[in-house]
């Protein structure tokens, strides 16, 4: 099972950015799939989740109204699309998947991790 984030860039402050989580070795349909960010010297924090089998959608208050995170069966790719990005959303994003997510942004709650992409906002 591997799950491979890319997308990730610098732009500067109000510009847009859309990240894609490519899995093999698991349909992505029968799995909840979640974003998490990690800024230097911070933890790691929840941005926004899809449940398994087009179930609903969750966002940290942070990006609601300026995240949408959505899936493409047809790719198994699940995508987060940033608008309005600021400088404290400088941070390397992880996708992870689970089959049986009860929350919706609970870390240990996520089997399968990405290995992350750098978002650098920064003018």
């Known amino acids: 099972v591997q799950l491979a984030e890319s997308g990730g860039d610098l732009v500067q402050p109000g510009e847009s950015l859309t990240l894609s989580c490519v899995a093999s070795g698991l349909n992505l349909r029968h799995y909840t799939i979640a974003w998490f960010r990690q800024a230097p010297g911070k933890e790691r924090e929840g941005v926004s989740c899809?449940?398994?089998?087009?179930?609903?959608?969750y966002y940290a208050d942070s990006v609601k109204v300026r995240f949408n995170i959505y899936r493409d069966d047809a790719k198994n790719t699940v995508y987060l699309q940033m608008n309005n990005l600021q400088p404290e959303e400088t941070a390397f994003y992880y996708c992870?998947?689970?089959?049986?997510?009860?929350?919706?942004?609970?870390?240990?709650?996520?089997?399968?991790w990405g290995q992350g992409t750098q978002v650098t906002v920064s003018s």
């Open positions: 992870a998947a689970d089959e049986n997510v009860r929350s919706y942004l609970q870390e240990f709650e996520y089997e399968h």
């Open positions: 899809i449940k398994r089998w087009n179930g609903p959608t």
